[in-house]
């Protein structure tokens, strides 16, 4: 493959211009950007946020169109999350897009262009919108099942706001049937730039019912995609009740699977993630990685935490024993979720945090030989690649 969009973007600067960007996501991430429905307005054609999963965009109506991501210099993609009250806000001036705080610019930036194959419609006839979308600048990226039946059982991820999200926005398909996501991988393929997959199944209460349905899928898509077969990037599950049908996920190309665990330790992860340990169990998940890590090697799997819900050494002790196991760690940054179970309760972490979560992650990542196998024009929530690089 030539060089990556990432790889491109982060020639056209300086290393000091990069450091910069990567500070300035830690602050957005960290506190958001306070609404401006003028300015919105105002922007060139952008990829709008759609609320295929989640929703962190306080004050939003439905229908109104924001920005999804911003991408500042050198390649460095982050997510747009709405919150009132902060003191960062996107300005539209003479210079173009800018990222400011109190008044004083602090990097330089550009709206995403909104995805071509958004455009088209599958072979039956449902617009690509209600599908798919990229999770960042070239990553395509859909639910499989864009609900949770954890909500079912008063059970959901604490953090998670995907049930009402679906049901305040209905901005896409629950139920994507695999002819229809094989379709509409083609079409971004024609119409786009794809570098990276990355799909997730939702939350079933039975979980071999979840692994089928992702088996389906990939036998669907997998032609469609430009690697030959292979899945290039990130396939999110929870693992079937026989730990040998994972083998499956081997034989048919999926580069990285996870079974992502969210929080730690065992108490942290049974608090906030009660479905989850009820329905498959924290020993499950971890066997479930030992399968993952003979099959593959180590380095290969992806376990993704929410970073904030616990203390900063909670974290850092989960992000070691992963890697001690094999299994390359990762994390978004919490951001309060509209209509969650956790709501605007508890605030996304502090810049210190951030930082040095991500620091602890990248002595990690040099010590074991792992590398964030996403680039920074996809990571939109986290920091990974720019630790990897020294950045922070």
């Avoid at 979840?210 to 030959?228: M, N, T």
Wanted: charged content about 25%; some cysteine.
């Amino acid at each position: 493959m030539n060089q990556s969009f990432a790889q491109e973007e982060s020639r056209r600067v300086d290393f000091a211009t990069r450091r910069n960007s990567a500070l300035t996501k830690v602050k957005l991430l960290a506190h958001g950007v306070r609404d401006d429905i003028q300015m919105f307005g105002e922007l060139p054609l952008f990829k709008e946020e759609h609320y295929a999963y989640d929703n962190g965009n306080w004050g939003v109506e439905p229908g109104r169109l924001v920005p999804s991501e911003i991408l500042l210099p050198g390649g460095i993609v982050c997510k747009v999350h709405i919150r009132p009250l902060s003191q960062l806000s996107l300005r539209w001036t003479k210079n173009g897009l800018e990222v400011e705080q109190n008044g004083e610019v602090l990097s330089e930036a550009s709206v995403l262009p909104r995805p071509r194959f958004w455009d088209y419609s599958t072979q039956t006839g449902t617009p690509t919108k209600r599908l798919a979308h990229f999770y960042g600048a070239t990553c395509i990226n859909f639910n499989i099942y864009s609900g949770c039946q954890f909500y079912d059982v008063k059970k959901p991820c604490q953090f998670c706001s995907v049930q009402p999200t679906q049901e305040l926005h209905r901005g896409v398909v629950i139920r994507k049937s695999p002819r229809d996501l094989a379709d509409t991988c083609a079409l971004a393929v024609q119409h786009d730039r794809v570098e990276w997959f990355l799909a997730t199944g939702g939350s079933y209460l039975n979980r071999d019912a979840e692994f089928d349905a992702h088996i389906k899928v990939i036998q669907e898509v997998r032609e469609h995609l430009p690697w030959k077969g292979r899945l290039r990037g990130n396939l999110s599950l929870m693992p079937p009740k026989n730990l040998s049908r994972l083998d499956d996920l081997y034989r048919l190309g999926v580069d990285h699977p996870s079974f992502n665990l969210e929080a730690w330790p065992r108490g942290a992860f049974e608090r906030i993630c009660p479905g989850k340990a009820e329905y498959v169990g924290f020993d499950h998940i971890m066997a479930a990685y030992d399968r993952v890590v003979e099959l593959y090697g180590p380095g290969r799997a992806w376990c993704n935490f929410v970073a904030g819900l616990v203390p900063l050494q909670d974290q850092m002790d989960g992000f070691t024993a992963m890697a001690e196991r094999g299994v390359i760690p990762g994390a978004n940054i919490y951001h309060p979720d509209v209509n969650s179970p956790l709501g605007d309760s508890i605030s996304s972490p502090s810049e210190d945090y951030i930082i040095r979560l991500y620091r602890h992650a990248a002595e990690l990542y040099h010590r074991f030989g792992y590398k964030p196998f996403f680039d920074s024009a996809v990571l939109r929530n986290s920091l990974a690649n720019e630790a990897y690089e020294d950045l922070l």
